[in-house]
């Protein structure tokens, strides 16, 4: 492989976008990269130097050109106020409890707040006591709390809280029963890995820079250990490549390391990417302040363990797809591992296995058909599998507060119903109304939504699952406006859910479609693999089938559809539109990766190469270009209008991924539809912050519905006439 760079430089804006927008000119620097003797062209390269001030005005440029834009669109500031109001509306929200010497911790935002605060309570029964509140705790500024860890004895509180969405944590430790912090404050960090058992100390994942624009920042991190009340500086590598050499753990891996109540006889540590699967190792406890660990193997990725692994006592239970393409259960001994010859726990189903967990007596196994759930529970006396008759139909999941106890939370929703928490008894399968999350109550429009679940033959014949919602009554006659969304990568299914957001499009007769496409995994292992790295075209190729689908059908037409993908879905949605340009009217790439090519170049690249591979393997990089949105725009093409999003102080998707999408598409469509790119200087990948994520999607949704000629928004009577889209 060899590279090679020539510069040099030249202004250019498209005319065609000039007579319709007056986009901020965007020079091309001829770039390119040589891999494997085929030569790539990268002319928006400048763009990746985030610091340099001409790029910096650039995206300020953008901003303010979107802003300007979107303040003439009528109907986005009504979807900011529907919103508002159904928040007010609902009760307040418990986030993730968790039970420590009886003591219970947990986030709760109340109707309206922006972000939540933290609190506790002495038992499940007594009063709520504030701890923490992230709005006023550095004056004039908003933070949101990522992560709450308990020491084990309840009297310490390890807290971990951004800004602005930038996930770079700031770790503190709170005194629980004074409600003060002590002195200690750790970062960077990527969060709390645990506290050892005498709870004098934590560990930590130790970041090298905050800085999202830095591509070394998060490579080589460590796990460090922090004994409270001391100096960071004097923070121990407790596991990392450099204190590990032997097990070569790849620079761009997290390694972690941790305690578990439910085996305190062992150190447990791993290596985590974006690779499913597992890979693991562990210790005998003594050896815990040894300076030097043993570490023996608990699993390598060859194992195949993927999704989740309970550990009790010396017993180890993982999900695995060896042998299993829906998954299965197996377990072997900590005593002597042996995956090979594990024992079966619970075997292959039709239904897809996608969770476990445990409580005192039981091990709680989720499965799903693609949409509902259905749960079990293995006896871990008996050994006996029952199955768990849930409340309603829909997804649902299981959370056990506390290990020593069967009590656990029940959460189940579905497309048209809302988020409904149970509190579940896994010893009597009682279930009970909740004392933290109450049911929600919506207005009776909401009540009114009509869910088809169908399946489209894709292009290669593949039957791709399709959720189509849409409000009663729907004529189908090929005049709705119609909002297509999907992922497609990692393995993560489109889990249905109450999404109150595209909800209240659909109440005002969109039809919301979720294309269950290939690289999730709802129909197994298989269905992932067929849309991972070479088999990547058939993500997008999915999706293009199912707008067929529902334009064939009368759902929707042409000029009716829009396209939307988030993050990884942004490879989604920018090859689907450079694919098929003629079957969208307008599209999102929200926060997406849209130059595959230089992925790995980012700071939060080198750990997605086992996702979406390298330019150093020639068969991958390959595949990367084909992904590519951005090497795919094609100069005097008509493509739809595009919304491209990114948060300044995005640490996953850095903010010239769906910049240099945009700044392509700016300078070589030639219909008369515009692309936008909004920059969001208060947020990261995403924020807790309500204000900015209304203000974030309602633009968003605002701006697609508007190219797709919805009456509830169009531009403004006073609005600039070079906003006009001609018609």
């Excluded at 119903?417 to 399968?429: G, I, V």
């Excluded at 190469?609 to 949105?629: H, N, Q, R, W």
């Amino acid at each position: 492989m060899k590279k090679s760079i020539l510069f040099f430089a030249f202004v250019t804006c498209s005319l065609f976008a000039v007579a319709q927008f007056k986009y901020p000119a965007t020079k091309k620097i001829e770039v390119s990269d040589t891999y494997w003797g085929t030569t790539y062209k990268d002319p928006y390269r400048w763009l990746e130097e985030m610091k340099d001030s001409s790029v910096v005005k650039w995206f300020k440029k953008q901003s303010d050109l979107t802003n300007s834009v979107m303040n003439s669109i009528s109907g986005r500031d009504e979807l900011i106020a529907e919103w508002k109001k159904l928040d007010k509306l609902q009760p307040p929200v418990f986030y993730a409890p968790l039970i420590e010497n009886g003591r219970v911790f947990y986030q709760k935002r109340m109707p309206g707040e922006k972000v939540s605060k933290v609190y506790y309570r002495e038992n499940k029964d007594a009063a709520e006591q504030l701890l923490f509140d992230p709005l006023n705790y550095i004056k004039g500024r908003t933070l949101s709390v990522q992560q709450l860890v308990p020491s084990f004895d309840g009297k310490k509180l390890a807290i971990s809280y951004s800004e602005s969405g930038a996930e770079v944590s700031i770790i503190k430790v709170l005194n629980v029963e004074t409600k003060k912090f002590l002195q200690d404050s750790i970062y960077p960090t990527a969060g709390v890995n645990g506290w050892t058992f005498d709870n004098k100390a934590l560990l930590y994942i130790w970041l090298k820079s905050a800085d999202n624009a830095d591509p070394t920042a998060r490579l080589n991190t460590k796990t460090k250990l922090h004994l409270v009340g001391t100096d960071t500086k004097k923070d121990i590598d407790f596991f990392s490549n450099a204190s590990y050499p032997s097990l070569k753990i790849d620079p761009s891996a997290y390694p972690f390391a941790s305690l578990s109540r439910d085996s305190r006889n062992y150190i447990f540590a791993g290596e985590s990417s974006v690779q499913n699967e597992m890979k693991l190792y562990y210790a005998p406890i003594s050896e815990f302040n040894s300076g030097k660990i043993n570490w023996k193997v608990l699993c390598t990725t060859d194992d195949k363990l993927v999704r989740g692994m309970e550990i009790i006592g010396d017993k180890v239970y993982a999900v695995t797809y060896n042998g299993a393409k829906n998954y299965k259960l197996v377990s072997t001994d900590l005593k002597k591992p042996d995956w090979k010859n594990a024992k079966t726990v619970a075997a292959e189903k039709k239904q897809t296995l996608e969770t476990i967990t445990h409580s005192k007596d039981y091990l709680i196994l989720t499965y799903s058909d693609g949409i509902n759930s259905h749960l079990y529970k293995f006896n871990l006396k008996d050994e006996k599998i029952t199955e768990i008759k849930l409340p309603f139909s829909g997804s649902a999941s299981i959370t056990c507060l506390d290990t020593k106890t069967n009590d656990c939370l029940c959460n189940i929703t579905s497309w048209n119903k809302p988020f409904t928490e149970y509190a579940y008894d896994a010893a009597t399968d009682k279930f009970a109304p909740s004392k933290f999350n109450q049911p929600p109550v919506y207005p009776d429009a909401y009540k009114d939504l009509v869910v088809e679940e169908t399946e489209v033959k894709g292009h290669d014949g593949a039957m791709i699952p399709l959720s189509i919602i849409y409000k009663k009554g729907l004529k189908k006659d090929g005049s709705n406006v119609c909002l297509l969304d999907s992922y497609g990568a990692y393995g993560y299914s489109m889990t249905p859910y109450f999404n109150v957001r595209e909800n209240s499009l659909a109440v005002k007769g969109v039809v919301v479609a979720i294309p269950h496409v290939r690289g999730g995994s709802e129909k197994g292992e298989d269905w992932y693999k067929a849309g991972f790295k070479t088999t990547k075209p058939n993500t997008w190729k999915d999706f293009i089938s199912c707008a067929e689908y529902l334009i064939a059908n009368g759902y929707t037409s042409s000029s009716k559809l829009a396209g939307t993908g988030t993050s990884a879905g942004g490879i989604l949605i920018s090859r689907a539109i450079t694919e098929r340009p003629d079957l969208f009217a307008a599209a999102i790439c929200n926060v997406g990766c849209a130059n595959a090519l230089r992925l790995e170049f980012g700071a939060n690249g080198p750990v997605n190469i086992p996702e979406f591979g390298t330019v150093k393997d020639s068969v991958e990089c390959k595949a990367l270009y084909v992904m590519d949105g951005m090497q795919h725009v094609v100069d005097k093409t008509k493509y739809p209008a595009v919304i491209c999003v990114t948060g300044w102080n995005d640490p996953r998707v850095i903010a010239w991924q769906p910049g240099k999408f945009a700044a392509a598409l700016q300078n070589s469509s030639v219909s008369d539809k515009p692309v936008l790119l909004k920059v969001n200087y208060d947020n990261g990948h995403f924020t807790e912050d309500k204000d900015v994520t209304f203000a974030n999607f309602a633009d968003q949704f605002a701006f697609v519905m508007w190219q797709c000629g919805h009456p509830d928004f169009q531009l403004k009577a006073n609005s600039a006439p070079e906003f006009r889209r001609k018609r």
